[in-house]
């Protein structure tokens, strides 16, 4: 167990449609990222969060927006989803705004499935 | 243009010897390298982090090589077991330490008993 927790665990919706992937990360960590991944793809940066601030933009969609609380958990809404959309989503954690120093800490994943 | 490949989608090896995993780059110039390992359906779980200044580094059964000059990463598992069945990631740095990581498509290895 990681210590990042992400809810939920598996997600199907309808095109169109609007969704929320929520993430806790560790106790301590003030880091927050969001990846993507799917078959083809494989594991895609999206966003860092760090101690409430945008610190980073990976390949995130205009559709997807995220952002962190004072209690630093994170959200990751997706909007007008696609089918393309469908994949596994990962949140992680780390203690810095460094990533290379410090390991990375992944949570379970959201499955979303767009129908 | 910028890629990181890793040397085979799949990697089959019998109990007992060593896998050899290979991350190839073109046009980085990381700092930092790291090793991830993922089962089916899992969140990633951190291996090992190698520095360019450092060629070797270990951790039990686990050898991470870094080749600044050849741009490239070895990563071993000796005596394999059939539970370091998995697919292996590896991910590097594009800006020298100030933003996140790129992944590799990653290796799957299967360990035959």
């Known amino acids: 167990d990681s210590g990042v927790t992400q809810t939920p665990k598996h997600l199907i919706t309808a095109t169109g449609q609007r969704v929320t992937l929520r993430c806790s990360p560790r106790?301590?960590?003030?880091?927050v990222y969001w990846y993507q991944q799917s078959l083809d793809q494989g594991l895609q940066f999206l966003i860092q969060?760090?101690?409430?601030?945008?610190?980073a933009k990976g390949n995130i969609l205009e559709r997807f927006s995220a952002q962190q609380f004072p209690d630093l958990h994170s959200e990751l809404n997706l909007s007008s989803l696609e089918l393309g959309d469908s994949a596994l989503y990962f949140c992680?954690?780390?203690?810095?705004?460094?990533?290379?120093?410090?390991?990375?800490?992944f949570g379970p994943g959201t499955r979303l499935t767009v129908t | 243009s910028q890629k990181i490949e890793q040397n085979s989608e799949a990697l089959n090896i019998q109990e007992g010897k060593t896998a050899t995993l290979t991350c190839n780059y073109t046009?980085?110039?990381?700092?930092?390298l790291q090793w991830y390992r993922q089962d089916p359906g899992r969140g990633p779980v951190f291996l090992l982090l190698?520095?360019?200044?450092?060629k070797e580094k270990r951790k039990e059964r686990l050898k991470v090589t870094f080749d600044t000059t050849l741009k490239q990463s070895l990563f071993h598992i000796t005596a394999s077991q059939p539970a370091d069945s998995a697919t292996y990631l590896c991910?590097?740095?594009?800006?020298?330490?100030?933003?996140?990581?790129?992944f590799g498509k990653g290796t799957r290895l299967s360990v035959i008993a």
């Open positions: 969060y760090y101690n409430g601030e945008e610190r």
């Open positions: 106790s301590g960590d003030l880091s």
């Open positions: 046009n980085y110039s990381p700092a930092y």
């Open positions: 190698i520095r360019e200044n450092e």
């Open positions: 992680a954690s780390s203690v810095s705004t460094a990533p290379l120093l410090y390991e990375q800490y």
């Open positions: 991910a590097l740095d594009i800006s020298r330490g100030n933003t996140p990581l790129v």
